[in-house]
């Protein structure tokens, strides 16, 4: 589950970590020696500044991309972790021969696509091939789109449950950054003028044919035919969906099996639109007078809006390490079973459009969106958790191994499977957003978007940059360890003086930070991508001080 672990001689950042009287709660230092953080009312532009933006205005070429066999294997770009990947250990032990017979019978195919200024994004797409001939029965596609106004956009279009596409970022994100997109349409299910039926569609999915969870699920019987009318796996159809916007902890993440990426979210927005009785115990918050309904009940059009922090401290009851969630809504604080925070209108759409946004900041996430809601009308709603809440972690929230202690690490077993360490001392985790489909066996249709723009922080800090220097050591920027060492010790000097307020001490050191930079890269120790960026963040700090 964990990314990468830090042998003690690689711990070079000096961050001091203070308890407080309750022992599940930790402050890092740097929280307390900064107040210049955005808060949920202060206006975003006054701390962030524009990074990157895309308007879809420049024609997209995925088309022209082929379709590759992703074989599994240690070399496949889309390796991911091996025990809950698509050919996961997790698998081959809960279903055995029948799984690889199953996984065999079909080619899943993938498209990569990066796009962009400096190819900041990324669009992942994944289908499969069960003629095996290289070309999938079903494509997903990404195209440009412009509407009756003029303006420009994107459009994913999943014909089929059994594929996925993604838009995401292509580098790890910053340590701290606000990213936003407008969602334009949107036709992942849910209910139309008051029925699951339209467009010939029942909840968004084309009636025709079985739709089931084939090959992947967590638990009971794997024998049968090897295709998806196998009645041993669960039929999809009663629930469709849509990730608005959710930060992942993995490097370049892809469509992949459910259970995946349940274990894999840090926070999440997103949509899950259900035909079925289970969302009896459901609810969804009206953001105007912060009453509750129910989910099935006649105030409801299915088109809710979950708002998720995946609590790092509790698993779900489910047959895999499906973390619990904190939900926070106008209605109040919530664990557990879904409270939605608002419901969209995908009728108003595309005249009307929704935004939603995510700020990662020193303390904490912030999920954000803006729109004409059900029952509310136009509203922003902005909900925030610290990293460590009541004792309650966000999941997987450090991205250096110096960020956190390993007081959250813990054994997940079902009986038949088991994780020994599920979020360890020492180990790190990107952030990486994705907007879309990452399922590679529910949801099914079509959304358009448009605007996708990163920012950051208007004036850096030495934390900024420690956190900057590990995320680029960990993707494999720097030649060796020893880089990573050299580069801190101007840079520990430099927070030494930035911590005692003497900045003229701590710009001498930025500048000596910069000049063996400068060194490192006239001797191929760092790559230019990394130089580019630690050189820009270093002349940021000395410029402002």
């Known amino acids: ?199 010939g569609k029942t909840n968004g999915y084309n009636p025709k044919g079985v739709k089931t969870n084939f090959p992947w699920k967590a638990s009971g019987s794997f024998e049968g035919v090897s295709d998806p009318s196998n009645p041993n796996f669960s039929n999809v159809k009663r629930e469709n969906g849509f990730y608005f916007l959710s930060i992942v902890d993995y490097d370049n993440p892809a469509p992949h099996n459910n259970i995946f990426i349940h274990t894999h979210r840090k926070v999440n927005m997103d949509a899950y639109n259900v035909n079925g009785l289970w969302s009896d115990a459901y609810s969804v918050c009206n953001p105007d007078n912060g009453a509750l309904y129910n989910y099935n009940s006649d105030l409801s059009t299915r088109n809710a809006i979950n708002v998720l922090f995946m609590n790092g401290k509790k698993y779900k009851d489910h047959a895999m390490p499906y973390n619990e969630f904190l939900i926070e809504t106008e209605c109040g604080s919530y664990e557990g079973d879904i409270v939605s925070a608002a419901e969209i209108q995908p009728e108003l759409m595309p005249e009307e459009d929704y935004t939603f946004a995510i700020e990662r900041n020193k303390t904490g996430y912030t999920m954000e969106i803006s729109g004409n809601f059900l029952h509310a009308g136009e509203k922003t709603l902005r909900y925030s958790r610290d990293f460590i809440e009541n004792g309650q972690p966000i999941y997987h929230y450090n991205n250096t191994p110096e960020q956190y202690d390993g007081q959250f690490d813990k054994i997940w077993s079902d009986g038949e499977y088991t994780i020994e360490h599920t979020w360890p001392k020492g180990s790190a985790y990107p952030d990486y957003f994705i907007i879309g489909d990452p399922h590679l066996t529910h949801y099914e249709g079509s959304a358009t978007i448009s605007d996708i723009k990163l920012y950051v922080p208007e004036k850096l800090d030495t934390n900024y940059i420690k956190t900057r220097l590990w995320q680029l050591y960990d993707a494999g920027e720097f030649a060796n360890e020893k880089v990573l060492s050299k580069l801190n010790v101007h840079l520990n000097h430099a927070h030494h003086f930035e911590t005692k307020n003497e900045p003229e001490k ?38 402002y001080h």
Do not use: C
């Open 1 to 199: 589950m964990h990314k990468k672990i830090l042998a003690p001689i690689m711990v070079f950042i000096s961050v001091l970590i203070i308890f407080s009287q309750n022992e599940d709660t930790i402050v890092l230092a740097s929280v307390l020696e900064d107040n210049n953080v955005p808060n949920e009312n202060q206006n975003v532009n006054s701390y962030w500044e524009l990074k990157y933006e895309e308007d879809f205005s420049d024609e997209l070429d995925i088309d022209n991309e082929p379709w590759v066999r992703d074989s599994y294997e240690e070399d496949s770009p889309w390796r991911v972790n091996g025990e809950l990947d698509d050919n996961g250990d997790f698998f081959h032990i809960k279903g055995g021969n029948n799984f690889k017979r199953h996984l065999d019978s079909f080619w899943l195919m993938r498209k990569r696509s990066a796009l962009g200024e400096n190819d900041w994004l990324t669009v992942e797409l994944a289908a499969r091939d069960y003629n095996k001939d290289g070309h999938p029965e079903n494509p997903v596609s990404f195209d440009n789109f412009t509407f009756e106004n003029g303006k420009t956009g994107a459009k994913l279009d999943e014909p089929d449950y059994s594929g996925g596409g993604i838009i995401r970022s292509t580098d790890p994100l910053p340590p701290e950054y606000r990213i936003e997109y407008k969602l334009k349409t949107i036709d992942f299910g849910g209910m139309r003028n008051g029925s699951f039926e339209y467009d």
């Open 506 to 543: 701590m710009v001498k050191h930025m500048k000596k930070f910069r000049k063996v930079l400068i060194s490192q890269k006239n001797n191929d120790f760092i790559t230019i991508k990394a130089f580019d960026i630690l050189n820009e963040d270093a002349n940021n700090i000395i410029e």
